[in-house]
């Protein structure tokens, strides 16, 4: 039996969410963000808007994630795991 995999999806602040590249920005801080965020071995890929993960990813990594990504207050206005 095969579950699905995790996702994060985030959603921008104001003056980001007009930015169709969101993760993938040039920006030097939201570069970064991207290379912190796969340095988990959980995460499978980043588009966006959203962080894909594996379907194994405990709970716990989950919520490490999420916390992190609250924290960049400059970038992300809230954060939904689906």
Known sequence: MT???????VL??????SERRGL???DPRVRTL???????PEVRHIVPDRISLDA??????????????????????SVVVE
């Open 34 to 40: 991207g290379r912190v965020l796969v340095s988990y």
């Open 12 to 17: 921008f602040q104001k003056e980001w969410a």
């Open 56 to 77: 194994t990813a405990e709970a716990k990594t989950l919520e490490t994630l999420v916390r992190f990504l609250e924290r960049q207050a400059w970038l992300v206005k």
């Open 24 to 26: 993938l920005a040039p």
């Open 3 to 9: 579950t699905a995999p995790r996702s994060i999806r």
